[in-house]
């Protein structure tokens, strides 16, 4: 298996630009996971999807950020419009849940997002 | 409150020296404790996974220690090598739910 995959791995854009990051889990986990990781903040769960359903999405930071899973092998995050303190390391992580919480995750490579 | 405390936040040792990094949580129902490690540019990698009623884990040169009446975690490095430079990062997952706390992370320097 290839992993968690993410595109971009690096995205540069201005303040005010529509950002969407990519993610592929790894096929047969039913859980997914964005977070953002930052100097100051550390690793910050933003959401999580459990068969394609959003669970949790109290950690995201505010209405410009949005995420969306239509099917069990492709997720989205996007941020309209985007701000320099959005600037981090956004991963996406899979898992297969089955009922417990003891789940390991497995992140992708990240993107490297900057907005100018 | 639900949290997690590493410490020291960085450290530098020389090659082929050992080293322990600490985890201290108040997390609360626990299910269970992840040692992670992360090169730097990549994703965090599972290095143990530790459950209630386990103490110990090893994982090759990497052994993590779990005192779940004192809430600490302990990850010991042996035989230190260059490329176990790296954040190690603890994290503690919550019984019944999809939830972890994640530690702020202890950045290893290993010096040749």
């Not at chain 2, 290095?47 to 009623?53: A, E, Q, R, V």
Request: with cysteine; net charge positive; proline share 5%.
């Amino acid at each position: 298996d290839a992993g968690v995959i993410q595109s971009p791995r690096h995205e540069v854009t201005e303040m005010g630009q529509e950002v969407t990051l990519r993610c592929k889990p790894i096929s047969g986990h039913n859980s997914l996971f964005w977070y953002r990781q930052t100097m100051m903040r550390g690793l910050e769960l933003l959401i999580y999807f459990n068969n394609n359903v959003p669970i949790d999405d109290s950690g995201m930071p505010e209405d410009r950020f949005s995420a969306k899973m239509p099917n069990a092998s492709f997720s989205t995050l996007k941020i309209q419009p985007s701000e320099p303190r959005d600037s981090a390391v956004y991963f996406c992580a899979s898992s297969l849940t089955s009922g417990g919480s003891y789940n390991e995750q497995f992140f992708g490579p990240g993107t490297r997002l900057t907005v100018l | 409150k639900n949290q997690v405390e590493q410490s020291p936040q960085s450290l530098i040792i020389l090659e082929g020296k050992n080293c322990t990094l600490q985890c201290n949580y108040t997390v609360s129902p626990f299910s269970n404790l992840r040692w992670y490690k992360q090169d730097t540019g990549r994703g965090p990698v599972s290095l143990t996974i530790m459950t209630f009623s386990e103490n110990t884990k090893s994982n090759g040169r990497y052994t993590a220690t779990l005192d779940a009446d004192t809430k600490q975690s302990s990850l010991h490095i042996t035989a230190s090598q260059l490329s176990d430079s790296a954040s190690y990062i603890c994290v503690v997952g919550r019984t019944g739910g999809f939830k972890t706390i994640f530690g702020a992370g202890t950045r290893l320097f290993v010096k040749a």
